[in-house]
Each structure stands twice: as C-alpha cells, then as structure tokens.
C-alpha cells in the first residue's frame, strides 16, 4: 500500500516537471491566480459535514474573490466516500487540478489539531511541489495548534464554549485523537495550561496519552460526580460518537460511568465553534499575507 502511494505520487511529480517545462516553453507569462485548498483529516459520518460547511462559510466570507478547494488525507474516509457517490480528492490530487487550471498562487491550510503526522505528510507533498515549480508560491499554514500563542488561543475558545450549565465542581473531559508521533505531547501540554484556570477540566486521547483511565483516577481522586463529555476533534464523528459517548463497555461514557461518575456527551466538533475555526483563519490569512 505503501509503496503503491510512493509511486503515485511520483506519476504526479514527473507529470508536473513535465507540464512546467511545456507552459515554460511558451514563453508566457501566467496571470496570478490565487487559490486555497483547505485539507482535512475528513469523515465519511454525515454528521460531521456542519464542521467543515462552517469551516468553508468563514474561509469564503475571509476570503469572497478567492476560489476555495478540499481535500481528504485519509484514503479510508475517501474510499467509503466514494461508494457513497461523494468524490474527495487526496491533497497531491487536488493540487494537481489546480495545477492544470492555471493557479498560480495556492494556500494550503492545514485543518488537523495538532502537528502530527498528517500534518507532517502533508508537508512534505506541499515541499515536493514547491520543488517542481508548477505553482509560483504554494505554502503550508499551521494546523490548530502548533505555538504557544495557539495554545492560548486554544484555552480561551475552550473555557468559552464549555456548557453554559455546568457548574464549578462538575468536569468537563475533551477527547483528542492522540497519536505516536512526538506531538501527541501538545494534549498533556493543553490540559496543564488549561487547569491552570479550571482544574475540573481535563484532555485525553483515543490513540496517545492520557489515556481515559489516567483522566479517570484523576477525576475520582478530586471527587468528580458529573462529567460533560466533549470531542476535541474538529468533528464529532465515529470516535465521538462510539469511543466517546457509545455503550460499549470500553467507551469513555461507560468507563467513567463504571467510576461512579455521571457522563453527559456534547456531540459537537471543535470547527462548529466559531472560535476555533477563527485560529485556522488566522493561520490561512498570515499565509495569504505572503502572496
């Protein structure tokens, strides 16, 4: 599998040299043309689709007279989308046809949580492009969290969208994807900054650390008797809805229910919050400041 995408995306790179070196060969000077192309981990959940509609609404509303494009990372998201009837192009894919309709000047945004290693995938296509020099300029913007600036960012659009109705000695749990590579810190890091103003609320993940037991002893130790339950996700899809809230008895809500402790589930992505898609828009305007 691994391979095969190697060599795919190689027919992509020599069929660029190749069409680079034709449109120099007219010796024409192309147009500016500026472009974005907003790329997301994705989700085949139809649920999911109210995150990246808002993402879409305030990337066009900052951006009216520029063209605005997607695109998914994750071939199994785009596998049973295509079944569905739904094509979403992978990244190299979407490039490619941006390529051939003459943009000159593409942002690409990063819509991921953390500098993990899709972002880091993501990187290096957006770097083997650069190289080929079919587009004038194509840069790369931050995903969510990727200084410590964000992280500030990040706290305050969490303390304000948490349950108007919570109260002070109830918990709120954020469940992050996680992952094995070196990032994975950023959601211990977030959680420090954040109890920092509210000790009741807590970060874990599904695939790194912390785990949801470690968030478990923590909150049984601090006397937690009610918890809301959040995915800290930019859509509450198939992690939110079965690890997080589902009755499995491994789901979060199951395992903490278990621990003596009320769960209420919030089945709502970080991008239907205004103030998280807000970070990504600053991220793809200090990008678009470049062209």
Known sequence: ?????????MAIIFIFIAFSVASAAHGKKQE??????????????????????????????????IPVYWAYTSHIIRNKLAKQGKVLDA?????????????????????????????HDLRKMVGAFNQMGGFEKIILGYPLMATQDDMVKVVDAILKNIPKERKPN????????????PSNAFYAALMFQIQLKDPNIFVGTVEGYPEVDDIKELMVKQGVKKAYLMPFMSVAG??????????????????????????????KGTAEFDDFVNIWIDHLKAVMAHF
């Open 238 to 267: 198939d992690h939110a809805k079965n690890d997080m809230a589902g009755d499995e008895d491994d789901s979060w809500k199951s395992v903490l229910t278990k621990a003596g402790i009320e769960c209420r589930p919030i089945l």
């Open 1 to 9: 599998m691994v391979k095969r995408g190697i060599v795919f995306i």
């Open 32 to 65: 500016t043309k500026k472009g974005i192309l907003l790329v997301a981990f994705g989700s085949s959940e139809e649920s999911a689709q109210v995150s990246f509609d808002n993402i879409d609404k305030k990337t066009k509303a900052a951006f009216p007279d």
């Open 91 to 119: 990244p190299e894919v979407a490039l490619a046809k941006m390529m051939a309709e003459g943009f000159t000047h593409v942002a690409v945004q990063s819509l991921h949580t953390i500098l993990g290693e899709e972002y």
């Open 170 to 181: 109830e918990a709120v749990v954020l469940m992050g994807h996680g992952t094995h590579h």
